[in-house]
């Protein structure tokens, strides 16, 4: 069995904050993880990590892991014009690709998991070779996912996956068992969301999502390092998604 841990490096909680406390403290959490293992994952990044963190997208690429865009700072593309769209990607992968100094970015994310149905052209168009924004629930509502010889990589569409508190066992067990797995998460989810709100002293508190705080932080590091620990005793593979692609 094969697993890809793609991760997404953006700004805290998109469409809740507009900190980086999961780039500065959780990346490098995960970036230790990873380490331990002699893992190498996929990182999904924003244009605006790589303006305002750029040792971030550096200190990933030093590791040997595979860089990735993800928009310029997490837009809901699929409310864009073509023409909108393709100008924010562009501007993603030129900055990504300048921090890094190489031009072989191949694959890309689409924020929220939301694409407009013209993204495969522009991906094309701008030199991608893959997309990881069709999750598994939706994939049967798209036909022609190659349509301009792009392949699609399709990511499991529950990313608290780990972090539910009843489930995440029997999950991890269907994990395993599965032949090809892309699983993935967030810069954020490494952090304790739920103090960060607090810190901020945000006004409707309530309104933040289950998802977005429960089991976040340390609970998340111990329940993603036993599912390596699960995964490697069973002999699987992890890989990132260019290395599918080669
Ligand atoms: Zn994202």
Redesign the pocket.
């Known amino acids: 069995m094969k697993i890809a841990l793609t991760f ?3 700004r805290d909680i ?1 469409n809740y904050l507009n900190t980086f406390f999961g780039v500065k403290i959780g990346l490098i959490k995960i970036l230790k993880l990873l380490d331990n293992y002699t893992i190498k994952g996929t990182f ?1 990044c ?1 244009g605006k990590v790589a303006e305002q963190q750029p040792w971030a997208i550096q200190l990933i690429e030093k590791k040997g892991h595979e860089i990735a865009c ?2 310029s700072n ?1 837009e809901r593309l699929s409310n864009l014009s073509y023409n909108e769209c393709k100008k924010l990607i562009s501007m993603n992968k030129k900055i990504i690709e300048n921090e890094c100094r190489r031009s072989d970015i191949i694959g890309f ?5 939301k694409p407009p149905h013209f993204l495969f052209r522009i991906l094309r168009d701008l030199g991608f070779k893959y997309d990881s924004s069709i999750s598994t629930r939706k994939r049967i509502h798209y036909y022609n996912t190659n349509l301009y010889g792009i392949q699609e990589f399709h990511p499991l569409d529950i990313y608290t996956i780990f972090r539910l508190p009843f489930s995440s066992f029997l999950l991890r067990k269907w994990i395993l068992k599965k032949k090809l797995s892309i699983l993935y998460f ?1 810069s954020w989810e490494a952090i304790c969301t739920r103090s960060i709100i607090y810190h901020l002293n945000l006004p409707r508190k309530s309104s933040f999502r289950i998802d977005r705080w429960i089991n976040t932080g340390d609970n998340f590091m111990i329940r993603i390092n036993n599912f390596i620990k699960d995964a490697i005793a069973k002999k699987a593979e992890f890989i990132t998604l260019n290395q599918l692609i080669n």
Do not use: K, N
Request: hydrophobic share 20%; net charge negative; glycine share 0%.
């Open positions: 997404d490096i953006e998109p999904f924003t993800h928009s997490h994310r689409t924020p929220y998991l967030h």
